[in-house]
């Protein structure tokens, strides 16, 4: 990571901030140690994971990243997010939008296999992290030179994470519907929808060739997808889970539009 570039600066400094204020505010409002280091982490690693996401879905803006940094904090209010679980769906996007360039490796599989065991073993998380799976194995239409390796990686990657479930009693049924959930799917369905507009005119990370504007909607769609399939899953509560993931959609949404609306679309700015 550069950090001679102000929005990868602001990727470390607006998560420690966003985890501070939240810790300190736990300990100001009678909470303990232990809650203010959870609402600290809570915080700031969803911070940090929706910047992450927002530079891979809106590659050519920064500060959509910035934004949606400052923005995801805030939907902690409704409930706890699922770290393990963005953290899937950023490698997952990452992989699908192709930002870097490159085909992924055995190591990158081995990482989203741990990570998919990882989130598997969470509340809920079993589903979201095999949609990760198939998004990725999906990545192969747009991009043949790894397919062996990725559709092996994230067919080992599902076996193990269905037992590790098992193993941590998290196979789970979904959940009742609530009379909120309805309001969260039309809001993630707006948000995709809008969201799907954007153009890409940046280069890859790690070889000089543009990013393919059609890989950075199709990991746009999974995105939303999961946001649906977290509600549908647990209500409110799932799309707490993915919050972070949710306000990268708003964001990328509210930007997209704006740009549209301005008639211009501009470049890596």
Known sequence: MDFRLLSNRLSIALPLAAGSVAGIGSLLTGGGL???VRAGIAAGGSSFLAWAVTRELNPDHPVAASLAAVAAPWATVFGSPSLAVVA????????????????????DMIVVGAFTIWASTSEGGLALAL???????????FDA????????GAGLATAVSLAA?????????????????????????????????VRVE???DR?????????????????GTACVIAVVWRGPVGMASMAPVGVVLAVTA?????????GGWGGNR
Do not use: F, N, Q
């Not at 930002?99 to 190591?107: D, E, I």
């Not at 509210?254 to 301005?262: E, G, H, P």
């Open 165 to 197: 479930a098992r193993a941590a009693g998290t196979l789970g049924l979904p959940e009742a519907w609530t009379a909120h959930s309805g309001w969260w799917l039309v809001a993630v369905a707006l948000s995709t929808s809008a969201a799907l507009l």
């Open 88 to 107: 899937v769906w950023l490698l997952a996007v990452r992989v699908v939008a192709g930002t870097t360039g490159a085909a992924p490796y055995a190591v």
């Open 145 to 152: 030179r790894s397919r062996r390796t990725v559709l092996v």
């Open 202 to 204: 940046s280069t890859a």
């Open 207 to 223: 070889r000089p060739v543009p990013i393919d504007t059609r890989r950075v909607r199709a990991a746009t769609g999974w995105a």
């Open 34 to 36: 232990a809650d203010a």
């Open 254 to 262: 509210t930007w997209s539009v704006a740009r549209r609306l301005r």
């Open 131 to 141: 949609l990760a799976l198939v998004a990725i194995a999906s990545s192969t239409v």
